[in-house]
T-cell receptor, first 113, second 114 residues
Framework: DAGVIQSPRHEVTEMGQEVTLRCKPISGHNSLFWYRQTMMRGLELLIYFNNNVPIDDSGMPEDRFSAKMPNASFSTLKIQPSEPRDSAVYFC???????????FGPGTRLTVT | AQSVSQHNHHVILSEAASLELGCNYSYGGTVNLFWYVQYPGQHLQLLLKYFSGDPLVKGIKGFEAEFIKSKFSFNLRKPSVQWSDTAEYFCAVIWGGGADGLTFGKGTHLIIQP
């Protein structure tokens, strides 16, 4: 299996632009998680899906952030409009179910100037 | 609120030294426990996990962890570290059926000096 796939690996954009991050979970996994990692705040859970349904989005910073999972093999995290404080590494992870170990993708390093 | 505490934020050791990284979680009940490692510039990888059974769990690369229920602890150990073990180590917990997902500790930055 190719593991969790994320794209792009690096994204540099200007403040105010829309950013879309993409994730393909491991085939057969029912749960998908989006995390953000920064030096200041460490690893934060933004949102997670179980069977394509958003279960907990309490970690989403504000309305500028949105996430979708239209099917079992694809999810997006969108930031609109982006701000410099959104600069971070965004990880997607998937698991067989929400109480099992999670497998992480390589991350997207986002820089907002 | 559920929380995971890692006591050491930065640890510096020499090669061949023994390692123990502490991890405590906030309260009991049914838990699934994990240690993840993040090498510089890379993503998180699973080192080991505990769901049930033998409280001494062996993982990859010579790491092990012991679940002590009475102490709400799941400390990570390695008898002899190598320079390549330099990384960030995260303890993580799932409570009950996993409704709240995985809760991570803040991480421990381990530096191994040759």
């Amino acid at each position: 299996d190719a593991g969790v796939i994320q794209s792009p690996r690096h994204e540099v954009t200007e403040m105010g632009q829309e950013v879309t991050l993409r994730c393909k979970p491991i085939s057969g996994h029912n749960s998908l998680f989006w995390y953000r990692q920064t030096m200041m705040r460490g690893l934060e859970l933004l949102i997670y899906f179980n069977n394509n349904v958003p279960i907990d989005d309490s970690g989403m910073p504000e309305d500028r952030f949105s996430a979708k999972m239209p099917n079992a093999s694809f999810s997006t995290l969108k930031i609109q409009p982006s701000e410099p404080r959104d600069s971070a590494v965004y990880f997607c992870a998937s698991s067989l179910d929400r109480n099992y170990e999670q497998y992480f993708g390589p991350g997207t390093r986002l820089t907002v100037t | 609120a559920q929380s995971v505490s890692q006591h050491n934020h930065h640890v510096i050791l020499s090669e061949a030294a023994s390692l123990e990284l502490g991890c405590n979680y906030s309260y009991g009940g049914t838990v699934n426990l994990f240690w993840y490692v993040q090498y510089p510039g890379q993503h998180l990888q699973l080192l080991l996990k505990y769901f049930s059974g033998d409280p001494l769990v062996k993982g990859i690369k010579g790491f092990e962890a012991e679940f002590i229920k009475s102490k709400f602890s799941f400390n990570l150990r390695k008898p002899s570290v190598q320079w390549s073990d330099t990384a960030e180590y995260f303890c993580a917990v799932i409570w009950g059926g996993g409704a709240d997902g995985l809760t991570f500790g803040k991480g421990t930055h381990l530096i191994i000096q040759p």
